[in-house]
């Protein structure tokens, strides 16, 4: 297994941006599949973005060309940078793995005010 930490969250206006970063506390050069999630108050949680080892990247409807998801393996960190930022992303984002086994970290929250 392995222990992720993100950072980077923090409070801004709409229309601004801000990139999340997830350390993982050992290599992440064998982990296939790496990806951010979300959840706000009162909602169910939600991906937001995923991507392989390879570089291959999935994005949910609601972010797609406006977030960027990456990996640095030789960090062994992931990123998500994200832009023109809505009232409606606010939430706490967690970094998770998902293949070859699940691990969550603690999650950073992100509030954008109108």
């Known amino acids: 297994q392995v222990q992720l930490v993100e950072s980077g969250g923090g409070l801004v206006q709409a229309g601004g941006s801000l990139r999340l970063s997830c350390a993982a506390s050992?290599?992440?050069?064998?982990?296939?599949?790496m990806a951010w999630y979300r959840q706000a108050p009162g909602k169910q949680r939600e991906l937001v973005a995923r991507?392989?080892?390879?570089?291959?990247?999935y994005y949910a409807d609601s972010v797609k060309g406006r977030f960027t998801i990456s990996r640095d393996n030789a960090k062994n960190t992931m990123y998500l940078q994200m832009n023109s930022l809505k009232p409606e992303d606010t939430a706490v984002y967690s970094c998770?793995?998902?293949?070859?086994?699940?691990?969550w970290g603690q999650g950073t929250q992100v509030t954008v005010s109108a």
């Open positions: 991507i392989t080892t390879g570089g291959t990247t």
């Open positions: 050992r290599s992440i050069f064998s982990i296939n599949i």
């Open positions: 998770a793995t998902e293949a070859p086994y699940v691990s």
